[in-house]
């Protein structure tokens, strides 16, 4: 035997990953998302377009940030960075990116809602707060939560948005 895993083993292995996988990178990328509209709405107006790229390059800083400290932290004091575990490290980091892309979205839709600026801040922070519980409603779904459990979960995301809402009143309104 030469301790290498089968494919068999491989497969299991990587679907044992993905079952133990969580999505608290949303929840943290949600809550970037919330930060980069209040600080926008606390500068004043920015074009649509800025604020599009803006959400997303902060997401991309982010996500690769902790791919970096994941791969040169834990991963290798393991040993084990290689090719694969980039790309392992790389998408069980993605929901930080992918968070972004909602509030983005919203952004560049709202002038076909028609809102003004201001409207549009809103519209993106309630979109990165909803998906801020979301995530959480996921990632405890995918843990195995109980419904108990799922409803604290979101009620504890949902307060950690209300609260990034009441800096954006106190900040700029």
């Known amino acids: 035997m030469s301790g290498a895993p089968t494919a068999k083993e491989s497969t ?3 679907a044992e990953r993905r079952s133990r996988a969580d999505y608290t990178g949303g929840v943290y990328g949600s809550m970037l998302a919330a930060s980069v509209v209040i600080g926008v709405g606390t500068l004043g107006s ?7 790229a803006l959400l997303l390059m902060t997401g991309a ?8 400290a994941q791969l040169f932290g834990a991963r290798l004091a393991q040993g084990t960075v ?10 069980e980091e993605w929901p930080i990116l992918e968070a972004a892309v909602p509030p983005a979205v919203a952004v560049a839709i709202s002038p ?11 519209l993106a922070l309630s979109v990165a707060v ?9 990632a405890a779904a ?17 307060l950690l ?8 009143i106190i900040l700029k309104e």
């Open 142 to 158: 995918r843990a195995g939560a109980s419904g108990k459990q799922m409803a604290v979960s979101a009620a504890v995301n949902l």
């Open 161 to 168: 948005g209300l609260l990034i809402v009441v800096l954006k």
């Open 130 to 138: 909803a998906g801020q519980v979301g995530w959480s409603l996921a």
């Open 82 to 91: 290689n090719g694969r575990a980039v790309l392992q490290v790389c998408r």
């Open 46 to 52: 920015l074009p649509r377009v800025e604020l599009v």
């Open 61 to 68: 800083v982010f996500w690769l940030a902790h791919v970096h």
């Open 112 to 122: 076909l809602l028609p809102l003004d600026m201001p409207g549009t801040l809103w």
């Open 12 to 14: 299991a292995d990587g």
